[in-house]
């Protein structure tokens, strides 16, 4: 049972750079997230999606785009990577409403 | 508003000693809770949750949570920690009206002592 699957676990950025972070969950869970996570802040949300094809901005979505094309994946894209978007990343899905959230490993990214 | 408050940053118990975390909230109606937990290097997991019902909530791993609607609070308990329970515990408080996100604490980190 891989549950929900996030790559890459590091990595570093130059300031500018781009990239993806991935997820993928095998659980058929409509309801999925990006949060991220920062020392003595708790959990941020970015973007979620209820469904694929619907997508919609969370607490904190400046600087992050996503998409949802297909059930299983939500990939989280940083256009022009900022100091301020280091942080750690977790995906995490359910089967809707209120129900258990499944969390990925975390993606720590780092921008220098 | 709705917000969550952790008043502990860190907590430092002894092995086998009862445990207490702190959570209190902010919200208008009737609050959705829950109470995750974060081993390091780890996702979140969800330890228990309160809907409705029974104010007392058994969880995962001998825990439990008490809602206090008079104190706006949710606070986690534990009558014997063991070592392994040395983690990161989040509370969050959910809102229907809100699409279902949740508003997490800044977290409480559990430290066990031998």
């Known amino acids: 049972n891989a549950g929900v699957t996030q790559t890459p676990k590091f990595r570093i950025l130059k300031i500018g750079q781009s990239m993806t972070l991935q997820c993928t969950q095998d659980?058929?869970?409509?309801?999925m997230y990006w949060y991220r996570q920062d020392p003595g802040m708790g959990l941020k949300l970015i973007y979620y999606s209820v469904g694929a094809g619907i997508t919609d901005k969370g607490e904190v979505p400046n600087g992050y785009n996503v998409s949802r094309s297909t059930t299983e994946d939500f990939p989280l894209r940083l256009e022009l990577a900022a100091p301020s978007q280091t942080s750690v990343y977790f995906c995490?899905?359910?089967?809707?409403?209120?129900?258990?959230?499944?969390f990925g490993e975390g993606s720590r990214l780092t921008v220098l | 508003a709705q917000s969550v408050t952790q008043p502990d940053i860190h907590i430092t118990v002894s092995e086998g000693a009862s445990l207490e975390l702190r959570c209190n909230y902010s919200?208008?109606?009737?609050?959705?809770l829950f109470w995750y937990v974060q081993s390091p290097g780890q996702g979140l997991q969800l330890l228990l949750k309160y809907f409705s019902g029974d104010t007392l909530v058994q969880g995962i791993k001998g825990f439990e949570a008490e809602f206090k609607r008079s104190q706006s609070s949710f606070n986690l308990r534990k009558p014997s920690v063991h070592w392994s329970d040395a983690a990161e515990y989040f509370c969050?408080?959910?809102?229907?009206?809100?699409?279902?996100?949740?508003?997490w604490g800044a977290g409480t980190k559990l430290i066990i002592k031998p």
């Open positions: 919200y208008g109606a009737t609050p959705y």
């Open positions: 969050a408080v959910g809102a229907k009206d809100s699409n279902y996100q949740l508003i």
């Open positions: 995490a899905s359910t089967h809707g409403g209120f129900g258990e959230l499944f």
């Open positions: 659980m058929n869970h409509n309801y």
